[in-house]
């Protein structure tokens, strides 16, 4: 276990991070697929604790926001599906082969980087060894997961499970001499066990002949696993809702080198009371899903849904909702129906005074003595400040409890430190804990407190505290791991 040696610290109940993705459990269709979103370290309460948490829990994906966030899971032992959630730039696409990394894709350059990673690696030239061309053992079921082409069969029952079943296996083997390609496609079944039938078929292409091989779906080469998204309305990332998708998408489902496995839109409003814009993107999306579907072509995954969506309307998820926010035991707004999914704060912050002294009246306190003791006070010295996430901004407004009373930090928060006046409290000892957010005894300061105090969102509150503060992980009220990356 790592330790620390500055008397702050943020602490994370596992048991109440359980608690949450149980309580979703409970009120989501049971059929649904789970996605821990773990991007910005996990929303601060540490994202490879928390993907390892949950993904004992029993959820199927990890969501991160950017590739690197993905390494690092992978470094550190994360072995669970991981998507990335933002863009991906062309030259992260052999990494996250390597690191079966599921990737973001709705830009036209997909094209371009396969079509260069093909011609590298396909031809007579192709290094030797290269990671691209190396057979993994698991490719066969790599190839049961992804999008499905259904052969000569209307579309099924909507729905999870109906996306699940039959795919084509298909064998290729690489000659590295005359870089030719041969393919032979075999039937497999999914865990699903369904029915569906595959003929089979066999080939011979020249890797060079990129319109040939585009239509052949390897086995033996590492595909890169996508999903691929569709902006309905949030404006941020995706294919616009039209043809423009439906052509993307069946590309995709066809190429070569891709394994797709599901197709996923983002709502914008789903935290509000009113949900007609929830419903209206819900209903841009459902038309591409329905024309695929039409066309025999279905996703294992395919997920519009955050934490609000899983709260609030899960029924629009279709098989996957992505839970932030509620997971870390706190609501997307104060709209959504808290009784329906009842969350309990995962994250703390505490610390302990290191210095406490009498003051005579009129003495300044902090930079700028914006602060001055208005009689005899009892300062207290806090060691955490902006630098830690304790925004300057709460300078003068935020408070602390301290035995079990709520008490004003006074004057400028500094980069390491800050003040509190605990007069009236008796002597202070440097043992007893000091929250600044979270409970003690009957009181309590929130994640929404500190967050109207500074007219942002609790999601910034906790992605605010810096990796300076060390991450203590407690279960069933103990201490049972410390994060300190300062010291690792
Ligand atoms: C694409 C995507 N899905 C899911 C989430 C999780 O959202 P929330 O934290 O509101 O549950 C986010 C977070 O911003 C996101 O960007």
Known sequence: METFYRPTWVEVSLDALRHNIRAFRQALPAEMKVMAVVKADGYGHGAVKVAQEAMECGVSYIGVAFLDEALELRREGVKAPILVLGYTQPEGIPLAIEHDITLTVFQDELWTAL????????????????????????????????????????????????????????????????????????????????????????????????????????????????????????????????????SYITRAVEHLLLDVEG???????????????????????????????????????????????GIDCPELSYSMVRLGIGMYGLYPSEEVNKERVQLEPVMSIKT??????????????????TYHTSGEECIATLPIGYADGYSRMLS???????????????????????????????????????????????????????????????????????HRVPRVYIRDGRREDVLNPLIR
């Open 115 to 246: 079509e260069e990673r093909l011609q590298a690696t396909s031809g007579p030239t192709a290094e030797a060894g290269s990671s691209w061309l190396e057979k993994r053992p698991e490719d066969s079921a790599h190839a049961v997961m992804g999008a499905s082409i259904r052969q000569g069969k209307p579309p099924s029952m909507r729905g999870p499970q109906s996306r699940a079943g039959c795919r084509p296996t298909n064998v290729i083997t690489t000659d590295a001499t005359t870089g030719r390609v041969s393919k032979t496609e075999t039937a497999a079944v999914s865990e699903s066990m369904s029915t569906d039938a595959f003929t089979s078929t066999s080939e011979s292409i020249h890797a060079n002949d990129i319109d040939t091989i585009m239509t052949a779906t390897p086995a033996t080469t590492h595909k890169l696993k996508v999903h691929i998204k569709i902006d309905t309305g949030m404006g941020r990332l995706g294919l616009q809702p039209n043809d423009e998708a439906i």
């Open 263 to 309: 197709v996923y839109t983002h709502f914008a409003c789903a935290d509000e009371a009113d949900k007609a814009y929830t419903l209206e993107q819900h209903r841009k999306f459902e038309r591409i899903i329905r024309h695929l579907e039409e066309r025999g072509v279905t996703f294992r995954y395919v997920h519009t849904g955050n934490s609000a969506a």
């Open 352 to 369: 302990r005074a290191v210095h406490v002294k009498t003051l005579p009246a009129g003495s300044g306190i902090s930079y700028g003595t």
């Open 396 to 466: 003068g407004k935020a408070q602390a409890i301290v035995r079990g009373r709520k008490v004003p930090i006074v004057g400028r928060i500094c980069m390491d430190q800050c003040m509190a006046n605990v007069s009236g409290l008796g002597d202070l000892s440097k043992e007893e804990e000091v929250v600044l957010m979270g409970r003690q005894q009957d009181e309590a300061i929130t994640a929404e407190d500190l967050a109207a105090l500074l007219g942002t969102v609790n999601y910034e509150i906790t992605c605010m505290v810096s």
